[in-house]
């Protein structure tokens, strides 16, 4: 299994719904990422775990809130969220997080904020 | 903080022609650099990397090349087909930190 896999693919919320974003990977890869990818723009690093920790926080809203239960799964809980939240929410995974290997991308879930 | 400039910010060629993206880094600690093709709907897809022991890196109709003293890097695409249509990112990352600093993207057309 080579995939990143990530549920669901589109989510539609109000902005005082409590929604989850779901990342799963078989490769044995023991660091994890989330990335916000606004259109026509790179992708932004919002979170990374290594081997299951979180490691890096680049200033992300509280109202973002990254869950890493084991090696396999990455979540992302979302609440109270602004329309200017709604993005293209990638998740990605690398055998390790030395940073000398490229990352395995989902195919992200389009999140639309009302 | 790495700061990464990507050119062009599209391209259009014909089928069959070649293609480049050309970036540049800022920071000499720079060690890593992948280039990611992303499709309409879809995440970036690595498709070959360079690290900066080595100048050049080739992977069928794919290559890339790195020149440290002049802090640049570019992909090649020769032969190009419709299905390389998409955008393509360059990213570095700096020695020893695992964060990679990605390019404003080149969104290709091939023309059949």
């Known amino acids: 299994d080579t995939e990143v896999t990530q549920t669901p693919k589109h989510l539609v919320m109000g902005m005082t719904n409590k929604k989850s974003l779901k990342c799963e990977q078989h490769?044995?890869?023991?660091?994890m990422y989330w990335y916000k990818q606004k259109a026509k723009k790179p992708p932004e690093l919002m979170f990374v775990?290594?081997?299951?920790?979180?490691?890096i926080n680049e200033s992300v809203p509280s109202r973002f809130s990254p869950e890493c239960p084991n090696s396999s799964l990455l979540n992302l809980h979302l609440h109270a969220l602004q329309p200017e939240d709604s993005a293209l929410y990638l998740c990605?995974?690398?055998?390790?997080?030395?940073?000398?290997?490229?990352?395995?991308f989902g195919s992200g879930t389009r999140l639309t904020v009302v | 903080g790495e700061n990464v400039e990507q050119h062009p910010s599209t391209l259009s060629v014909q089928e069959g022609d070649s293609a480049v993206i050309k970036c540049t880094y800022s920071?000499?600690?720079?060690?890593?650099f992948p280039w990611y093709k992303q499709e309409l709907g879809k995440g970036p897809q690595l498709i070959i990397d360079?690290?900066?022991?080595?100048g050049e890196k080739k992977d069928q109709r794919i290559a890339v090349t790195l020149n440290k003293t002049a802090k640049h890097f570019s992909l090649h695409i020769t032969e190009t087909q419709p299905e390389d249509s998409a955008v393509y990112f360059c990213?570095?990352?700096?020695?020893?930190?695992?964060?990679?600093?990605f390019g404003s993207g080149t969104k290709l057309n091939v023309k059949p």
């Open positions: 990605a995974s690398s055998q390790d997080s030395s940073g000398n290997y490229g990352y395995t």
């Open positions: 490769m044995g890869h023991r660091a």
């Open positions: 775990y290594s081997y299951e920790k979180l490691s």
């Open positions: 920071d000499s600690a720079s060690n890593y």
């Open positions: 360079i690290r900066s022991n080595v």
């Open positions: 990213a570095a990352r700096l020695y020893n930190f695992n964060k990679f600093y």
